[in-house]
C-alpha cells in the first residue's frame, strides 16, 4: 500500500512539473510575441524619443561618410592631374589656365595663393642687374601658403567632427534608454506584483533595442572617422609637399 502511495505521488508531481513549464513557456511566447518593430511600437514615448535620436544621428553620419568620400576620391583624382601638369610645364602661368578645370584639389587652392603673392612682389620690384625680376619677401610668399593649406584643410575638415560627435555620444544615448528600459521593467514588476516573462520582457527588449541602435550607431562611425582623419592627413602632407616645391621653384628663379 506504501508503493502505492509513493507512487501516486511521484506521478502528482510529474503532472504539476509539466504543467509548471507549459505556463512558462505560454508565459515566454505571449511575453516575447513579436519581432522588433512590434517591440518598438509597443514601447514607451521615452524609448521611442530614444531610438529617432539614435536613428538621426545614424543617418546624419552615414550621408557625412558617402558626400566625404565623393569629395575625395575627386579631389584625389584631380590631385594628381594637378600635379602631373605642374611638374611638366616651364611656367606657372601656364599651371594657372588648368585651375579652374582642377578645382577639387586642394592643391590648386595652395598653387594659386602662392601664384598671386608671387605676381604681387614681382609687379613691385624692377629686377636684379640682368633684368630677372626679384622677389621682395621670400618669407611673405611662405606665409601665403601656409595660409592656403590651412583654409584647405578646413574645407577637407568640415564635417568630419560629426563623426566623431556620433561616436562619442551615441552609446550614452542608448545607454539612457537602457537604464529607461530596465526601469521599465521593474515598474511593470512592481505594478502586477509578477515577475513573469509577460510583464519583464517589453521593458528588457526595450533596454536591448536602445543598446543595439547606440552601438549600431556608434560603431560605424568611429571606424570612418579614423578613415577619413586618415586620408585628411595624406591630403595635409601633400600640401606640405606642394608647398615646399613651389617654393623651391620661386627660390631658384626669382631670388
Not at 505571449?30 to 518598438?40: A, C, H, Q, R, T
Not at 514615448?45 to 552615414?62: E, G, N, T
Not at 578645370?101 to 636684379?128: H, I, K, M, T, W
Not at 502586477?192 to 541602435?213: F, H, Q
Amino acid at each position: 500500500m506504501a508503493s502505492v502511495n509513493s507512487g501516486g505521488n511521484v506521478a502528482t508531481l510529474d503532472y504539476f512539473a509539466i504543467a509548471l513549464q507549459a505556463q512558462v513557456l505560454a508565459e515566454a511566447d505571449s511575453g516575447l510575441d513579436g519581432g522588433v518593430f512590434e517591440w518598438i511600437a509597443q514601447s514607451s514615448a521615452l524609448s521611442k524619443l530614444v531610438l529617432l535620436i539614435l536613428i538621426a544621428f545614424s543617418v546624419l553620419s552615414w550621408a557625412i561618410l558617402l558626400q566625404k568620400i565623393w569629395h575625395f576620391r575627386i579631389s584625389e583624382s584631380q590631385t594628381s592631374s594637378f600635379l602631373e601638369v605642374f611638374r611638366r610645364s616651364k611656367k606657372f602661368s601656364e599651371v594657372q589656365s588648368v585651375c579652374q578645370s582642377l578645382s577639387r584639389s586642394p592643391l590648386v587652392g595652395v598653387f594659386q595663393a602662392g601664384y598671386a603673392e608671387l605676381n604681387a612682389q614681382l609687379r613691385q620690384v624692377d629686377g636684379d642687374e640682368q633684368g630677372r625680376p626679384m622677389l621682395r619677401s621670400f618669407d611673405a610668399l611662405d606665409r601665403a601658403l601656409i595660409r592656403a593649406s590651412a583654409t584647405e584643410a578646413n574645407k577637407l575638415e568640415h564635417r568630419v567632427h560629426l563623426l566623431a560627435t556620433t561616436a562619442s555620444i551615441t552609446p550614452f544615448i542608448g545607454l539612457f534608454g537602457t537604464v529607461m528600459g530596465i526601469v521599465s521593467a521593474f515598474q511593470g514588476i512592481a505594478g502586477t506584483g509578477s515577475t513573469n516573462l509577460t510583464v519583464v520582457a517589453p521593458g528588457i527588449a526595450e533596454a536591448l533595442i536602445a543598446t543595439a541602435a547606440g552601438l549600431a550607431a556608434a560603431i560605424p562611425a568611429v571606424y570612418f572617422y579614423n578613415h577619413l582623419t586618415n586620408r585628411v592627413k595624406l591630403f595635409l602632407s601633400a600640401m606640405d609637399d606642394f608647398s615646399l616645391e613651389f617654393l623651391s621653384i620661386a627660390e631658384r628663379n626669382f631670388t
